[in-house]
């Protein structure tokens, strides 16, 4: 986990530094108002439970559609307990998420010039968000080809075959 923590901490700031370089360069104004954190901070939750409705979709489709959801930290968290998945089938489900919404975000970015700082924020935190995804992609990258992965509400357990 603090792993985890770290690569999260240095992407984040990489991509505020970027993203300040950016700001400055195209002259995108920047306002800081109280609405207009609390409409981020809103935005924010917003991406956070569609990256875990993705989450679920992805194990409802390549799972046998019986999916848990809980909250965690007043988060909405999506998983499919005990169920066995294939190396890729898990990989789609870890990483789609990152990929949807980052193209999405993108989008927005592109129609709404106007919000373009506080749309880069968004992508920034939802890219933090997604480091626990590609770190379990490294985990099940690094397990035996023919394994299968165990989702648990605690998080993926890799089954060898023998």
Known sequence: MQTIKIMAIALIVIMLIVGIVLALREAVPVNFTVVGIIMFIVALYIVFTIH???HGLLFWVLGNGKIKISLKKGL???NCPNQLFAKWQYNIISIGP???LTL?????ALEFPGDLVAIYLLIVAHSALCMADMYTMKIIA????????????????????K
């Open 52 to 54: 875990e409705l993705i």
């Open 76 to 78: 909405l968290y999506f």
């Open 98 to 100: 990152c990929v949807l």
């Open 104 to 108: 999405i975000l993108v989008i927005l």
């Open 142 to 161: 690094s397990a035996p080809k023919k394994a299968k992965i165990r989702d648990t509400k605690d998080g993926i357990i890799v089954v060898s075959e």
